[in-house]
């Protein structure tokens, strides 16, 4: 009998108990789902909004790199087109000097590292320092078959 009681006396308890539980839940998942959902088209559009200026701004970061890009690919080919110019005329004067020397010329010697001779002055006066040095270096020779030539 105290069995009885008992397990009537619960049952009336979770009969109390179960709306309020439940009420709890169903308010909650509404305010979940209001949260979620836009409550007007102002939302909708104000979203659509949004991701069209990410969307704008990714596309701004990208169109910056790719000038950046350009722009370091020129100067690039610029500097190339330098060097390669400094090549040719290495080439070409080394052909000068391959041509003179089949003929029986005497080819000047420089005896300055070539890596001097690639900076070149931006006034286009690249022939000066090359010429200036080779008359010293034939001056120098001329005064020493000169010397040598007075003591025999």
């Known amino acids: 009998m105290y069995f009885g009681i008992g397990f009537l006396l619960a049952a009336l308890i979770a009969l109390a108990v179960i709306p309020l539980v439940h009420n709890r839940a169903v308010r909650l998942t509404v305010r979940r789902l209001e949260a979620a959902l836009p409550q007007s088209m102002l939302e909708v559009q104000a979203d659509k909004d949004q991701l069209r200026a990410e969307f704008a701004m990714s596309t701004r970061r990208l ?3 790719v000038e950046q890009l350009k722009n370091r690919i020129a100067s690039q080919l610029v500097e190339l087109g330098k060097k390669d110019a400094a090549i040719n005329r290495f080439k070409i004067e080394r052909n000068g000097r391959e041509e003179a020397k089949a003929e029986g010329d005497v080819i000047p010697v420089l005896p ?7 900076k070149l002055p931006k006034d286009g006066a690249e022939a000066r320092p090359v010429a200036k040095r080779a008359t010293r270096l ?3 020779r001329a005064k020493s078959r000169g010397g040598a030539s007075r003591r025999r």
Do not use: D, G, H, L
């Open 138 to 140: 034939r001056r120098r």
């Open 112 to 118: 300055w590292p070539i890596a001097e001779r690639v």
């Open 63 to 65: 169109e910056i790199k």
